[in-house]
């Protein structure tokens, strides 16, 4: 069965650092999203990437982050220079045309230190 | 905006016991509704749906769920707790907006007892 992948699993991080997410959706999913989860709280919406733009974001998703797809398959996620408040896991999901139901993928756990 | 509240941040059963987590949520369009479920340290799985066919959805390890407009409600069921289904559940909505973006509740952490 197909499945959203992402990578690393884990990645620790100094503030003020740099860091790209990478997420490989479903293949002929059209729709990408990113979402965080803070430690022992609910899942929030980043931001949803259709055709090649950003379709939404939320007010978490300021100008420390941007969303490419560099080619067919990657989809990733870049906070310019991360912030303790950063920490979290984030979720990659992907969906096809005209459904809402997203698959998410395993999450990376950022930790900025 | 859609929305979503789960009542209860924690939920304890006696194994064999039936399950019943809460949602409610509210949209200003038919929302299409699931429920998640994420074990320690994992991703999220899901468990079930609700998009405009049935009104009683049958989802995966025996949950199912019902939609009730009325109620404005998608509370989530299974008759007999098994210690494998602790965990934290999420309830979502989505179908506002034109990212289709979804929006998840607080989560509840369930409990079995043996």
């Known amino acids: 069965e197909p499945e959203v992948t992402q990578t690393p699993s884990h990645q620790v991080t100094q503030m003020g650092q740099e860091v790209i997410l990478r997420c490989v959706p479903i293949?002929?999913?059209?729709?990408f999203y990113w979402y965080r989860q803070i430690l022992g709280q609910k899942v929030e919406f980043l931001v949803s990437?259709?055709?090649?733009?950003?379709?939404?974001k939320s007010e978490i998703f300021d100008d420390q982050f941007s969303v490419e797809r560099p080619d067919g398959s990657n989809f990733t996620l870049k906070i310019r220079s991360t912030k303790l408040e950063d920490s979290a896991m984030y979720f990659c999901a992907s969906s096809d045309r005209g459904r809402y139901e997203q698959y998410f993928g395993p999450g990376t756990r950022l930790t900025v230190t | 905006a859609q929305s979503v509240t789960q009542l209860g941040s924690h939920v304890s059963v006696s194994e064999g016991a039936l399950v019943l987590l809460r949602c409610n949520y509210s949209?200003?369009?038919?929302?299409?509704l699931f429920w998640y479920v994420q074990y320690p340290n994992q991703g999220l799985q899901l468990l079930l749906k609700?998009?405009?066919?049935?009104?009683l959805v049958k989802g995966i390890n025996g949950f199912e769920a019902e939609f009730k407009k009325s109620e404005t409600s998608f509370h989530l069921t299974k008759p007999s707790a098994h210690m494998s289904d602790a965990a934290e559940y999420f309830c979502a909505v989505s179908g506002e907006g034109g990212g289709f973006k979804t929006i998840f509740g607080a989560g509840t952490r369930l409990f079995v007892k043996a």
């Open positions: 990437f259709y055709n090649n733009e950003i379709s939404e």
């Open positions: 293949s002929n999913h059209l729709y």
């Open positions: 949209s200003s369009v038919p929302p299409y």
């Open positions: 609700y998009t405009s066919a049935a009104t």
